[in-house]
């Protein structure tokens, strides 16, 4: 296998960056240029259903490459970004078919600072009335059990590459707290905080060491009725939160300029290291309206 890492920038004295991210009984079956301008995408008059959402981008990361098979409003390659914490390692490998996205946690980094990594589709522009939905499918999440103290997540938000705690975000997380408590969670973007406690067998699949089951989460952003749904698909089960957008609203709000999956660490886990594989990045969008 490829080993091959990309090497992500970090701006010297740069703002802290702030976490991406933050944080029912079943059974499982058996086991582009950074000054490109974007296109502001707007809706149509009438709320789309799922079936009007239409395929715009899609990266499945052969031999690790970061360039789209499918761009139909040309957003170019996704690029890695980080929350500019000096030590934090942000790194992003190449691997068949999918990358290694991992970030450290440094000893004596102050509560309010979490580091994370992330590889982002940015520029692109979702403005009100338009509706996005982004998902990621993961594999493999190695972090600090069972104390916790990490998150795998999917993100919308203002902005580039670097993810700075002055951007404007919704987000849904894979949120690991501790005593090995895993949470499907919309930290960040939704006006009141909604959260679901994944079954035992649920997480058993998703962090097992030996024969991890992938799974896909799903962020769903309507600016047409100010809705969102985050989603979680493990195997055949599918867990989800509808939530109310706080920020990015049907009648007013910044546009979403940055949308990707990624990693981070906080501070239930001081001087560890989490690393997830991301095997597919989609967006779909009712582009054209």
């Not at 296998?1 to 029912?24: D, E, Q």
């Not at 609203?249 to 991301?278: C, E, F, K, L, M």
Request: glycine residues 10%.
């Amino acid at each position: 296998m490829s080993n091959t890492s990309i090497t992500v920038t970090r701006k010297a004295l740069a703002r802290f960056g702030m976490c991406l991210l933050s944080t029912a009984a079943l059974t499982l079956p058996p086991m582009p240029a950074a000054d490109a301008k974007p296109v502001v995408i707007r809706g149509i008059p009438s709320a789309p259903t799922s079936n009007q959402l239409l395929l715009v981008y899609q990266a499945s990361f052969p031999n690790g490459s970061l360039g789209p098979s499918v761009d139909q409003l040309n957003f170019g390659p996704m690029v890695p970004g980080d929350s500019l914490i000096p030590d934090s390692n942000p790194t992003v490998s190449a691997l068949p078919g999918e990358v290694l996205v991992s970030i450290h946690r440094p000893l004596g980094l102050s509560p309010d600072d979490i580091p994370s990594e992330s590889i982002w589709s940015t520029p692109v522009a979702f403005g009100p009335g338009s509706v996005v939905r982004i998902s990621a499918t993961f594999r493999a999440p190695v972090g600090p059990l069972p104390g916790g103290g990490f998150a795998i997540g999917l993100v919308g938000r203002t902005g580039g590459r670097d993810d700075l705690a002055t951007e404007t975000k919704v987000a849904t997380t894979i949120n690991v707290r501790p005593g090995f408590l895993v949470r499907l969670n919309v930290p960040f973007g939704a006006a009141a905080g909604t959260n679901m406690v994944l079954p035992q067998a649920v997480k058993d699949a998703m962090f097992s060491t030996t024969d991890p089951v992938p799974f896909t989460l799903t962020l769903t952003i309507d600016r047409t009725s100010g809705r969102g749904k985050s989603e979680l698909k493990v195997a055949d089960q599918t867990f989800s939160l509808p939530f109310e957008l706080a920020d990015f609203r049907a009648d007013g709000g910044p546009a979403i300029t940055a949308v990707g999956p990624g990693i981070a660490v906080n501070s239930n886990g001081p001087g560890q290291t989490a690393s997830v594989h991301v095997r597919e990045f989609r967006i779909y969008t009712n582009a054209g309206g």
